[in-house]
């Protein structure tokens, strides 16, 4: 059974620094394209971030030069380092499969809080 477990939001003021890691188990991490998205309140679920098994990466417009994608295949582990946040980055973040692939189960995702 896949799991995936993010963790590492938080409450951050305007411009700090966020690194969010998502724990995953139950599938072939190596083998597998993974990505970040994002939930705002009343917002649909947005894209943010891919990365191929050979890590080719792929950022969303809304947040590129201010976020990049990493994975770990030894740790099944991929991360998102999130530079210079401001108060619209306010959002559960997820982990899941990149777009184009039947998405797993969604973890409960780490709830990140961009705020003065």
Same mark, same amino acid.
Not at 73 to 99: G, I
């Given at each position: 059974?896949?799991?995936?477990?993010?963790?590492?939001?938080? +409450?951050?003021?305007? @411009?700090? %620094? +966020?690194? =969010? %890691?998502? &724990?995953?188990?139950?599938?072939?991490?190596? =083998?597998? &394209? !993974?990505?970040?998205?994002?939930?705002?309140?009343?917002?649909?679920?947005?894209? =943010?971030?891919?990365? *191929? *098994?050979?890590?080719? *990466?792929?950022? &969303?417009? %809304?947040?590129?030069?201010?976020?990049?994608?990493?994975?770990?295949?030894?740790?099944? *582990?991929?991360?998102?380092? !999130?530079?210079? +946040?401001?108060?619209?980055?306010?959002?559960?973040?997820?982990?899941?499969?990149?777009? @184009?692939? %039947?998405?797993?189960?969604?973890?409960?995702?780490?709830? $990140?809080? $961009?705020?003065?």
């Amino acid at each position: 059974q896949v799991q995936l477990v993010e963790s590492g939001g938080g +409450l951050v003021q305007p @411009g700090e %620094s +966020l690194r =969010l %890691s998502c &724990a995953v188990s139950g599938l072939e991490f190596r =083998l597998s &394209a !993974m990505a970040w998205y994002r939930q705002a309140p009343g917002k649909l679920r947005e894209f =943010l971030a891919s990365i *191929t *098994t050979n890590d080719y *990466t792929r950022i &969303a417009g %809304s947040v590129k030069g201010r976020f990049t994608i990493s994975r770990d295949n030894a740790k099944n *582990t991929v991360y998102l380092q !999130m530079n210079s +946040l401001q108060p619209e980055d306010t959002a559960v973040y997820y982990c899941n499969l990149a777009p @184009g692939s %039947s998405f797993v189960d969604w973890g409960q995702g780490t709830q $990140v809080t $961009v705020s003065s």
